[in-house]
């Protein structure tokens, strides 16, 4: 399989450009709150089938191994395109590797006006890709190939259990970066509340039990990459500020509203989630 290729930094085969088309489908679903399906690639070359993750797949990959985090993110623009590098660290072991990407800022004969987000998401993937043990991988990738294929409905509540087990982790993860970022984006004038009206807004959802796994995935790397680079900090704070002007300017009512109807029942009594939830704004 192609995921057990190690120090493997940017594609160069025919394979790759194939995974690459799939890879830029997932981060536009992503960026426009779509919902990604396709976690495995599979087809046939030279005589052979070809089967890997996307990078979707390898965040999940990542997710479930635990302790794989980006810890650097930089990138260059030039004339016709973006270069980005990532480092990306085993937290466990100690292990880092470094990923790079290179992405075009035309699409074909347009421009493409998510060129800088493919860098990033790219070089990260190349990086983190390094740092998953194959066996992980091949777990993964069997799972997916598996449902993909319909593997039957007798594994149906498993495969349920382990997909809710999986966005709490992700939601976890998101959590985390959030909090180390409260501080940095105070300074800036962003609030929680501020941010996480923001996340609401991006992914159109009224609470974080609306987000899918891969919602709180590309958060989390959205989140990083903020906390670990300046501009990159910068560019979340104008995102926010955007946002939430346009919002006000459409008159969008705010999702404070709702909670109106709840303080009128003073005799329930909130959940332990619900109270964590009303804590953390979201």
Not at 22 to 42: C, F, K, N, P, R
Not at 168 to 187: M, S
Request: hydrophobic share 35%; with cysteine; charged share 25%.
């Amino acid at each position: 399989m192609a995921e057990e290729k190690k120090d493997e930094m940017v594609p160069v085969t025919a394979e790759y450009d194939v995974v690459d088309k799939v890879d830029d489908q997932a981060i536009v679903e992503l960026m426009t709150g779509q919902t990604i399906q396709d976690y495995v690639y599979s087809f046939k070359q030279g005589g052979r089938t070809v089967e890997g993750l996307t990078l979707a797949g390898i965040n999940e990959a990542a997710n479930r191994r635990g302790g794989i985090q980006v810890e650097e993110v930089n990138y260059e623009e030039r004339d016709n395109s973006w270069i980005a590098t990532a480092k990306a660290i085993d937290t466990i072991t100690g292990s880092s590797r470094f990923g790079a990407y290179e992405q075009p800022k035309m699409n074909g004969s347009r421009p493409d006006p998510f060129a800088f987000t493919k860098a990033i998401h790219k070089a990260q993937r190349n990086a983190i890709k390094q740092l998953i043990p194959v066996p992980v991988i091949r777990e993964v990738l069997n799972f997916y190939l598996n449902r993909k294929a319909g593997g039957g409905n007798a594994s149906a509540p498993a495969q349920a259990q382990l997909s809710a087990g999986n966005i709490v982790q992700a939601q976890k993860a998101a959590f985390a970066i959030a909090n180390n970022l409260a501080a940095p984006l105070e300074k800036k004038g962003i609030t929680k509340e501020d941010l996480w009206n923001y996340i609401k807004r991006k992914y159109s959802v009224e609470s974080r039990n609306d987000m899918s796994e891969m919602q709180w995935t590309q958060l989390s790397a959205e989140l990083k990459a903020a906390e670990t680079t300046p501009q990159l900090l910068n560019d979340l704070c104008e995102r926010i500020k955007q946002l939430t002007t346009a919002a006000n300017e459409s008159e969008v009512p705010t999702p404070e509203e709702p909670a109106e109807q709840e303080e009128s029942s003073p005799s329930e009594t909130p959940s332990a989630e619900t109270a964590e939830a009303n804590k953390a704004q979201f």
